[in-house]
């Protein structure tokens, strides 16, 4: 599996960003997937994760704000992020574990100042 991580960009304080992971094959199998983030000077940080059964997971920081979700039908995971800080300005990745294995996408700059 190979995963191509997009949307990322410039925004202001309040606005929203919607992150795409699409994978290069089905995602049916996949149980787990995470979104991960590295803040200027910080470690990368798990900032989401899903499992197939439905089950979500968020840091304190972003709940209420960020949903993640995936697209079976497009083989592509989602964060859709609203009310955005300039605290959550970050590069964030895609995560998933196929098969005992732990494959990254690129990561995808997320800017967010006034």
């Known amino acids: 599996v190979q995963l191509q991580a997009s949307g990322g960009g410039s925004v202001q304080p309040g606005g929203s960003l919607t992150l795409s992971c699409a994978a290069s094959t089905s995602i049916l199998k996949i149980n787990y997937m995470g979104w991960y983030r590295r803040r200027p000077g910080k470690q990368r940080e798990l900032v989401a994760a899903s499992a197939a059964s439905g089950r979500t997971n968020y840091i304190d920081s972003v709940k209420g704000r960020f949903t993640i979700s995936r697209d079976n039908t497009k083989n592509t995971f989602v964060l859709q992020m609203n009310s955005l800080k300039p605290e959550d300005t970050a590069i964030y990745y895609c995560?998933?574990?196929?098969?005992?294995?732990?494959?990254w996408g690129q990561g995808t700059q997320v800017t967010v100042s006034s």
């Open positions: 995560n998933v574990i196929n098969d005992g294995s732990s494959i």
